[in-house]
């Protein structure tokens, strides 16, 4: 079963700390965002 990921985003000069990785269709989709839910309304 694939679970929804949460990380650090790896780039030091990066304005969105974080990645999310949504297991959706083959690959799955990638997402760098500025805050993680739900702390944040939008991502």
Do not use: C
């Not at 999310?20 to 690959?27: C, I, K, N, Q």
């Not at 799955?28 to 939008?42: D, S």
């Amino acid at each position: 079963m694939a679970q929804f990921v949460i990380a650090h985003n790896p780039e030091p000069d990066s304005r969105l700390p974080y990645l999310l990785w949504v297991p959706l269709g083959e690959r799955g989709l990638a997402f760098k965002a500025g805050g993680t839910w739900p702390r944040t309304n939008a991502v």
